[in-house]
């Protein structure tokens, strides 16, 4: 069982990942205001154990197989052309979440508090639009992926996990859905999630985040 302080580190950091990536293109920190609000009790639930609950899949698609931890090393999405190394984010000493470089280079990040890709679970993996000094970063045309899109995540034990998108949904931040995002689920899934939408030059951040929601397939 997930402890309260674990669950309270989880809530806190999922309520300033999206606040931390929007100001992306001028600065990175926790000094806006429209981040998201706490997360609800039940998205901080840890996910129905697959030995107690088989995973179940969307109409028409085969339950995916449910792999063991293990880290993430690499992500692929073919239909926008991205390649790169992940890493891993936690928590700084202050409880906000820490972020990917400020670099048109730097790599997706995982937030390690999340189930692993594979695993029961929505695995969340965050990553910068843009910047200032860069131009495109990762996730720059996260918005561009389509139902059916694939995306292949390499993990630390060798193993694959295979995902396709369900649908990419383009979120005010002031009303981001927090429960639907991060809810528990009962079988392997994935959020990306980056910025998007206005630029708000006052603020020095998105309006908005892009988010793809994917099931795993095999």
Not at 79 to 99: F, H, K, N, W, Y
Request: hydrophobic letters at 45%; charged letters at 25%.
């Amino acid at each position: 069982m997930t402890s309260p302080r674990i669950r309270d580190r989880r809530a806190a950091a999922f309520a300033v990942v999206l606040a931390l990536l929007g100001g992306a293109t001028l600065a990175l920190g926790l000094r806006t205001e429209d981040g998201l609000p706490p997360l609800p009790a039940a998205a901080q639930a840890s996910p129905v154990p697959a030995a107690v609950k088989a995973p179940s899949s969307p109409p028409g698609v085969a339950p995916a197989r449910v792999l063991k931890r293990a880290a993430p090393v690499r992500l692929r999405i073919p239909a926008i052309g991205v390649d790169t190394a992940i890493m891993e984010l936690g928590l700084q000493r202050d409880g906000s979440l820490e972020v990917p470089p400020l670099r048109g280079d730097a790599p997706a990040g995982w937030y390690r508090d999340s189930p692993t890709p594979g695993e029961t679970g929505a695995s969340v993996l965050a990553g910068h639009v843009d910047t200032a000094r860069d131009g495109p970063a990762v996730f720059f045309r996260l918005r561009e992926l389509k139902t059916g899109d694939e995306i292949v995540v390499r993990r630390d034990d060798g193993s694959v996990a295979m995902f396709r998108v369900s649908r990419v949904a383009l979120y005010a931040k002031r009303d981001f859905p927090t429960a639907e995002v991060y809810a528990p689920i009962d079988r392997p899934g994935l959020r990306l999630i980056t910025c998007g939408g206005a630029f708000d030059r006052s603020e020095g951040s998105y309006r908005s985040n892009v988010v793809v929601f994917a099931d795993a397939f095999r």
